[in-house]
């Protein structure tokens, strides 16, 4: 059997199955709406269903998979509505954040966002965008770390798989090119010592981003 998912020749099981899983309806290979079938996944991924039954639950538990009547699961639609609810919480706690820690970065911070960014960019310039989004992640992961708090990297830990499927999916230009993204120009104000430039660039591309998920014509889900 061929699709989307690759053999799991590994046994780390659940683990890699919930990797392969979550890269796929991220990624869009796995569309939102689609059927989720445990026994074609496992299948494809050369497993028992089991593992990949542990797998979905957490998928469940993330948001990216819905149970549906008579034991079923389907990957969780992507609407505008569902897509601008998570951006008002991602905004919500990643604009605050910046807020908080962006006073609070020294040298050796922004040289450790200027070293995530580089990588983002190699990433991004071989096509590799799981990787690109995940030294991006690591790009904010600086300013979170130097609020102090360390709750504002477990909140926005628990709803990152949803808001990175809306970006892949429907802003994935801003992944691609990251080298021109707003990213580059938070880096350069950070380095010439400008904080409140930093943060209004943060803020604007927030509203950029809404905008262009408002604009998003409804589609319906598969199946529906």
């Known amino acids: 059997m061929s699709g989307p998912l690759a053999r799991i020749e590994h046994r780390y099981l659940r683990d890699e199955a919930f990797s392969q899983l979550r890269e796929a309806i991220v990624g869009g290979a796995l569309e939102p709406g689609a059927p989720l079938v445990i026994d ?24 990216l998979v819905e149970e549906i009547p008579g034991r079923r699961h389907r990957v969780a639609p992507l609407t505008r509505e569902s897509a601008l609810n998570v951006l008002t919480v991602s905004e919500t706690l990643i604009v605050r954040a910046y807020e908080l820690g962006v006073p609070n970065l020294t040298w050796e911070h922004v040289a ?64 691609a090119n990251v080298r021109m993204s707003y990213r580059a120009d938070v880096l350069s ?3 010439r010592g400008e904080r409140e430039e930093a943060l209004r660039i943060v803020r604007d591309a927030w509203v950029s981003f809404r905008r262009v998920v408002e604009s998003r014509e409804e589609t319906p889900a598969l199946g529906e």
């Open 189 to 191: 104000a950070l380095e």
């Open 112 to 175: 450790r966002m200027r070293r995530a960014f580089e990588r983002a960019v190699e990433s991004a310039e071989a096509s590799d965008l799981t990787g690109a989004q995940e030294s991006i992640h690591e790009f904010h992961g600086v300013v979170y770390e130097a609020t102090g708090n360390p709750e504002f990297g477990r909140l926005i830990r628990a709803v990152v798989s949803r808001f990175d499927r809306v970006l892949r999916l429907w802003y994935g230009e801003s992944i």
């Open 40 to 63: 074609d996944a496992a299948g494809m991924l050369g497993l028992s269903s089991m593992p990949v039954r542990e797998a979905v639950r957490r998928l469940v538990a993330e948001g």
